[in-house]
């Protein structure tokens, strides 16, 4: 199965084609540029280096949330086009699960952090067991100090965009190269669900935000 996943979540942008469980072309950019600019380059290049045609693609995944509001409608927007000119089916990933992905059977409690504005974080608590990802505390937007508790409780390792704001020094920190989002994870995480059965039409993929817009806030939505 030839899957195209994209992550756009936060600042990280990133693209790429597995073949099942195997990455065969990715692409990670960490430079601050907008994504409504860069995707499409990104996914144009990654498929070039794999010589493949984005109709011989089987399945299409992104990083639906939480996140960037901004990026996540940019790569929920962009996945259901392609879906909608190929007809195929797609797969919409956790973000926090597939950052997860980062330390794959790691037997630890891994606690991703993303910012939510506000002096809140997007976290939860998460552990692989038998090569496969079992929640513990589900996604959710917490407050500073809940989530330290959450942290101690659990005594997990912190991973995510949220610790380059967020001072968590107290807790168990990930190396830098292992702290961000990268579109092989949405795909083999997309991957896994592909294989219960759980893909959806372009229609039924939706961002998921946890929290109004400042749009809507400011217009009591």
């Known amino acids: 199965m030839k899957i195209l996943a994209i992550e756009t979540s936060g600042k990280v942008a990133s693209a790429a084609l597995l073949a099942d469980y195997k990455v065969i072309s990715e692409i990670v950019l960490n430079t601050k540029l907008v994504h409504s600019v860069m995707l499409i380059d ?21 990083s639906v949330g939480p996140g960037s509001f901004t990026g996540l409608r ?10 909608y000119a190929t007809s195929k089916p797609c797969i919409g990933v956790d973000t926090l699960m597939a950052l997860c992905y980062n330390f ?3 037997s ?20 692989f067991e038998e090569d496969k990802l ?9 407050d500073i100090e ?11 390792i912190l991973l995510g965009e949220g ?11 990930s190396p830098k190269f292992l702290q961000y989002q990268k579109a092989s994870n949405v795909g083999v995480l997309a991957y896994e669900i592909a294989q219960e059965g759980k893909i ?14 400042y749009a809507e806030r400011e217009q009591n939505i």
């Open 42 to 62: 990104l996914i144009d290049q990654v498929l070039k280096n794999a010589s493949i045609q984005i109709e011989d693609v089987d399945l299409f995944a992104a």
């Open 74 to 83: 940019i790569g929920v927007s962009t996945i259901k086009g392609f879906c």
């Open 104 to 106: 794959w059977a790691c």
């Open 108 to 127: 630890d409690f891994l606690m991703p952090v993303l910012d939510a504005k506000s002096q809140k974080v997007f976290t939860g608590i998460f552990r």
């Open 134 to 142: 079992k929640t513990y505390h589900p996604t959710s937007i917490l």
């Open 146 to 156: 809940e989530a330290k508790e959450l942290a101690k409780k659990y005594n997990p």
């Open 163 to 173: 610790l380059d704001i967020y001072d968590f020094s107290e807790f168990r920190i």
């Open 200 to 213: 959806c039409s372009h229609f039924d993929l939706v961002p998921i935000y946890l929290k109004k817009s």
